[in-house]
């Protein structure tokens, strides 16, 4: 009988332990749970995505068309797949843009305009300018970038007779210089720096 009460009382004492380990689980243990919280990876990732690329507007269906996946991780990666197809298709078209200042305008500036198919011997400056007008944000999906890392384009290009001036200069961030430059979808999506850059929510 006494066995028994003993029994009783140390089995409930486990199992008054065992409930709040249950309960906190996600808090106890993070390093398990972490991998599996769609919720939480979805979270991380849309608010990624609105602070690179402000003005696109991602479509998150993906998320309610592989709900049977089982995977989590499986699961993570076809989002991710998806976001990055949707940042390649995002419809863009090269527009004439802002000048700057003519009093910034320098000796021989409009002679170096002209259409050449070599790049003008003041080239780096006008991109540094181009540059600070668009406050260092990519023309196309409006992201940070830091000068090192810029591409430029023409709004007119350069083989029709557009020039080096600051209106048909275009600045571009590296993932979009390869879209608007892409010749193979396939190949410049699975190419896209972005990719590794949202793999890293799915494999924290
Ligand atoms: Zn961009």
Same mark, same amino acid.
């Given at each position: %009988?006494?066995? $028994?009460? =003993?029994?009783?009382? +140390?089995? +409930?004492?486990?199992?008054?332990?065992?409930i709040p380990l249950y309960i906190y689980r996600r808090k106890i243990f993070p390093f398990i749970y972490k991998k599996g919280d769609i919720d939480l990876f979805l979270k $991380?990732? #849309?608010?990624? %995505?609105?602070?690179?690329?402000? #003005?696109?507007?991602? $479509?998150?269906?993906?998320?309610? #068309?592989?709900? =049977?996946?089982? =995977?989590?991780?499986?699961?993570?990666t076809l989002?991710?797949?998806?976001?990055?197809?949707?940042?390649?298709?995002? *419809?863009?078209?090269?527009k004439t843009q802002k000048t700057i200042p003519s009093d910034k305008f320098w000796k021989g500036y409009e002679e170096h305009s002209k259409s050449s198919s070599k790049l003008p011997s003041d080239w780096p400056r006008r991109k540094e300018l181009a540059?600070?007008? =668009?406050?260092?944000?990519c023309n196309r999906c409006y992201r940070k970038i830091k000068i090192d890392d810029t591409y430029t384009s023409f709004a007119k290009n350069i083989e029709?007779?557009?020039?080096?001036?600051? *209106?048909?200069?275009?600045?571009?961030c590296s993932d979009c210089? #390869?879209?608007?430059? +892409?010749?193979?979808?396939? +190949?410049?999506?699975h190419n896209l720096a972005l990719n590794e850059e949202l793999m890293v929510f799915v494999k924290s």
């Open positions: %009988m006494n066995l $028994d009460l =003993d029994f009783i009382i +140390s089995a +409930s004492l486990l199992i008054a332990c065992i $991380d990732l #849309k608010l990624h %995505m609105m602070e690179i690329h402000p #003005k696109f507007n991602y $479509d998150y269906s993906i998320v309610e #068309k592989t709900k =049977d996946e089982k =995977d989590i991780r499986i699961r993570e989002i991710v797949e998806n976001i990055v197809e949707q940042y390649f298709n995002f *419809e863009y078209i090269k540059y600070t007008r =668009d406050e260092g944000k029709n007779g557009g020039g080096y001036n600051f *209106e048909n200069i275009i600045i571009l210089n #390869k879209i608007i430059n +892409s010749t193979n979808p396939t +190949s410049t999506i």
